[in-house]
């Protein structure tokens, strides 16, 4: 019985210590600080951003936008974007040359090679630089990463992923 009390009790300390340990967030206009560690969000939490500002793009949009040359006349398009690993534009793909999305070659350029101009009668911004079709189809191409793939293992046997598997005409009494 003693047993039993002495777990119950223990067990109840430990909810309300778990319980005493959460703090409820202050409503707005109250005089408390909320604590230290709340204040910065962790790298887990989750941000939210509620709408677009106007000099903002969003990736879906800015695929397919027009790359103009020196003279303001088309030389490509957007044709991906290449993020880093904290999310910063590292480069935009360009699509140079081709004929309806066959052929064409892909050049990656710093975001800072271009300058933002906006579409003709209101229409979507596009993208401009000071090189030409020539220079940018000249350019090294892009090559997208390609995971490297798994080794192929051998001498495992007639299996060839790690076991081996009995031919049909072996085994214990065939000839």
């Not at 067990?11 to 230290?36: C, D, E, H, K, W």
């Not at 360009?94 to 579409?119: C, H, I, Q």
């Amino acid at each position: 019985m003693l047993k039993h009390l002495m777990i119950g009790a223990a067990t109840g300390a430990l909810m309300v210590s778990g319980a005493m340990a959460q703090t409820p967030s202050a409503p707005s206009g109250s005089s408390s600080t909320p604590p230290a560690a709340s204040s910065t969000p962790s790298s887990g939490q989750a941000q939210f951003i509620s709408s677009q500002k106007p000099d903002q793009l969003m990736a879906s949009k800015f695929k397919g936008t027009d790359v103009l040359g020196a003279d303001n006349q088309k030389i490509g398009d957007v044709s991906d974007i290449l993020f880093s690993k904290d999310g910063k534009i590292e480069a935009y793909v360009v699509a140079v040359g081709g004929f309806l999305g066959m052929g064409a070659k892909e050049v990656a350029m710093a975001p800072t090679s271009f300058d933002t101009v906006p579409g003709e009668n209101g229409g979507a911004p596009k993208l401009k630089t000071t090189m030409t079709k020539d220079q940018l189809t000249n350019a090294q191409n892009f090559a997208r990463y390609e995971p490297p793939r798994p080794a192929a293992t051998t001498g495992t046997g007639a299996g060839g992923a790690g076991g081996t598997r009995p031919s049909s005409n072996t085994g214990p009494g065939t000839r």
